[in-house]
Structures are given as C-alpha cells and as structure tokens.
C-alpha cells in the first residue's frame, strides 16, 4: 500500500452552487473534494469517452483548498469494473488538480446485459473479493495515485452464504492493498436497514487503512432510511462518529456531502456550523499508528459468483417482479425510476412540461413508467435524453408543438456531446413555445415557418 503523506482537514463536496462557500472560507473548508463526472458529457460515437467543463474545472484549480477526486459512476466492485474510456479525462483532472489520493465505489452498475441504472451491492464472497481487487488495483495503476474504496450502502437484507460487510471490506482492501473511504452515513443507513452494526463494520476494518471519512444526511421512504445526502448529520450519527474517531489514527481528511437538489435545505449559515463541527472529529482522531489485519486468502463464507449474483441482481430490477421478491427490490426499483426520470427532467425539461399541460401530471406519470418497462436504463443521462425523445415520437399522445420542443431539446444534448456548434431547424418557433410553457400556457395558434436556431460554439 503507497503510504499517504500530509493531513488535508475538513471539507465538502464542491458544486458550483458553493463556490463562494470555498473561496470565501478556506479556514473552515479545508477541503474541496470534486466528483469530475458531474461535470462530463459523453461524446457522440465515442463508445463512452467524455469531454469536461473546462471552466468548471479551471474555477476549482483557483481554489486554494486541498482537492481530493471521488468517482460516482464507473464503481470497481462487479465484473465491469475494470478499464473505462473516461479514465484519461479522470486523470487529466487528477493531473490538473493533485490529490493526494483518489475513490470510487465498492459497487457496480453494470452488467454483461448493459447498464443496471443504479449504484448496486457487488458480490459479498471469495469471488467477489478477487474481482473488485483486481479492479481496484487496475484503477490506481490508470490513474496513478493512491485509491480509496468508498464503503458502500446496501438495501438488501443480509444473507446466509456472503460474508459480512466488515469482513468482505477488510478482504477487498486486504487483497488490494489499498486505502478505505469510509461513509459512515452508508453504514448506519445499513444498519438502520437490518444489516451489520456500524460498529462491528469498523472493528473488522484494518483501521490503518482508512484515509478518509465521508459523513451525511439521509431521510426515510418506504420504510427504508435512504442514503440521500438531503440534509445535516443526524445528531445520533455524529455521536456515533465522536466514538469512533479515536480508533482511527490514518484518516487524512472528512467530508460533508450534500446533493446539489438539497442545497435548497441548507443555507451557507448552516452549511458552515456543519463543517465546524467536524472540526471536533477531526481533533478526535487517533494519533497511534494501527497495524493492518491479515485476511484470510479464502474467507470460510461467501462462496457466490460474482457474475451470476449481478445478473441475477440485474435481473430482478428490469424484469417482472415477482411476489416473493424483497421488499428492497422494490425500493432500488423506485430508486432507479428517480433517478432516471431526474435524468429527463433537467434535458427534456419543456417537454415534459409540455405534455403535463396539455394531458396533466397523472398522465405524463403513466407515461414515464411505460417508457421505463419499455427500456433498459443508459449509462448517460445525455442518451437517456435522446432514447427518450425517440419514444416519445413513437408513443407520446398527439400533442401540438411537442415535435418542435423535443427537437431543441434533443438537438441540444446532441451538440453539447459531439462539442461545437450546430443549426437547428423547426416548424415553429421556439421561442414562443418555451416561453409560452415558462408562464406555464400550452402554445396556441403558432404560424408555420422555417425557423433556425444555431447553438454552440466551436471548439
């Protein structure tokens, strides 16, 4: 394991919605921890290579905090995890930027029959182990720096012939020799859920290895306590936290995380006394150096096949449910449904307005949940967008001037993807049919032309 050098402090997740946050605070934010992929597109026919941001990322480089890199969608737990075409824009960035180390998920979200939609457990055996530390050890030789594995949340009940979580975690970092990301918020979700205490989790953990700590706010659905980043540190989580930071003598830095939707909760007053607080963390921290635990090279449970338990996974969350399924299934369903449906809101945004004020919400629901039985989830919210505006030409109900809005908003993505510039063309104008949705009025009576609109620039 490369050793980690330097203690970086407290911090968040940066969004540009917070940038005055970061510049305006750098005592308190410490800390700037980026998740690149939130500010990539793919390219058109590029099989899955992105192009970034470049001022968003020029805007982070000016900030004077440490910056640390956390991976959100190409996880390294299943048996897709390996080799991806982002990862020379992921190291561009770390070249760009300099962690000290950079993380991912100990999940999947991918399978041999396409996209899962959703950050999914990986395979808690022998063989599950094996595969994502093969991956793990791929990634940092790709990037070229220390890896972290974030701590993953799980919905599942916990089963008979899988490890335990501490125990598959301490495997996969053993047989990695790698570093631990542990989001704390992702265990007490899983305990709260009926799976293993968060205590038991740490104590199994080679705790030397353990470099950083993420720590957020949830809220409850369906029974089920979510891992949402929609809030503040639950007073007991934080508690909890206060206990255990002495045992943790390798942690080099503590992240707030919060989703840019939930923003809207917080104000900066309170974003702040959240990150002071993790002052008293941070000075809780141990000061011993602690040994790594050897793992056993064949853990005596967990004999499952990685690639049969994520198809089976898969499986269960795209076909027909059946009765006796989990109820979990039932909520990584709703998940899944979510998200991609917040996926077309923010792309297709006057089209689905258009369609709620000409045939209502309830219809547009209707809608939505057709189109997700009828198609498996893409990996990118930009072909999410355009497999949807293929849909809805063939299925939407007849809707005047939805064929002009859907083409904006199509042709839109599509330029953003392939970069540069582009011409549009319409038989009405779009002008007065998105202002016209904006004051929240179904267009009328709109004279036919050849109407013309260029976006983009060349690169």
Not at 102 to 123: I, M, Q, R, V
Not at 254 to 266: D, G, S, T, Y
Not at 294 to 311: H, I, M, N, R, S
Not at 325 to 337: G, K, N, T, V
């Amino acid at each position: 394991m490369t050793e980690i050098t330097g203690e970086l402090g407290v911090g968040a997740v940066y969004w540009p919605a917070l940038h005055r946050l970061f510049e305006v605070h750098p005592d308190i934010v410490q800390v700037a921890e980026v998740e690149p992929s939130s500010f990539w597109i793919k390219r058109l026919g590029s099989g899955g290579a992105v192009r970034s941001n470049r001022e968003v990322l020029a805007a982070i480089e000016a900030l004077p905090q440490a910056k640390l890199l956390h991976g959100v969608g190409y996880p390294v737990g299943g048996t897709c995890g390996g080799g991806h075409p982002h990862l020379a824009e992921f190291r561009h960035w770390a070249e760009r930027l300099d962690p000290p180390w950079t993380s991912e998920h100990l999940s999947f979200n991918e399978t041999g029959a396409g996209p899962a939609g959703f950050l999914l457990p990986p395979c808690q055996s022998a063989d599950g182990v094996a595969i994502a530390a093969a991956n793990i050890r791929a990634r940092a030789s790709a990037l070229g720096r220390s890896f972290a594995f974030e701590t993953g949340v799980n919905y599942l009940p916990a089963r008979a012939d899988e490890m335990e979580d501490g125990a598959f975690f301490a495997a996969v970092a053993e047989a990695a020799d790698c570093h631990i990301l542990l989001d704390l918020h992702n265990l007490w979700a899983n305990e709260r859920n009926g799976r293993s205490r968060v205590r038991d989790v740490v104590a199994s953990l080679p705790r030397g290895r353990v470099c950083e700590i993420h720590l957020a706010g949830g809220q409850a659905k369906d029974g089920y306590w979510l891992d949402a980043h929609s809030g503040l540190v639950p007073a007991s989580l934080f508690d909890l936290a206060l206990d255990l930071m002495p045992d943790l003598p390798a942690v080099g830095a503590i992240v707030f995380e919060i989703a840019p939707e939930h923003l809207r909760n917080v104000d900066e007053a309170g974003l702040l006394a959240q990150i002071e607080a993790l002052h008293r963390l941070w000075e809780r921290r141990g000061r011993s150096p602690a040994a790594s635990r050897a793992c056993p090279a064949e853990p005596a449970a967990g004999k499952l096949v990685a690639a049969q338990w994520e198809a089976a996974l898969a499986g269960a969350l795209s076909g027909p449910q059946g009765v006796d399924a989990p109820a979990a299934i039932a909520l990584y369903r709703s998940l899944i449904d979510a998200f991609r449906n917040g996926a077309l809101a923010t792309t297709l945004t006057y089209s689905l307005r258009l369609l709620q004020l000409t045939h209502g919400t309830p219809a547009v629901d209707r809608l939505l949940d057709d189109y997700g039985a009828a198609t498996r989830p893409p990996l990118y919210p930009s072909d999410e967008a355009i497999q949807f505006a293929a849909w809805l030409e063939a299925n939407a109900p007849p809707t005047p001037y939805l064929a002009d809005i859907v083409e904006l908003e199509r042709g839109a993505v599509r330029i953003a993807c392939a970069g540069g510039g582009g011409e549009l063309r319409f038989r009405h104008d779009p002008s007065l049919i998105t202002a016209a949705i904006a004051e929240g009025r179904v267009p009328r009576d709109l004279p036919p032309g050849d109407y013309r609109i260029r976006l983009g620039d060349p690169d």
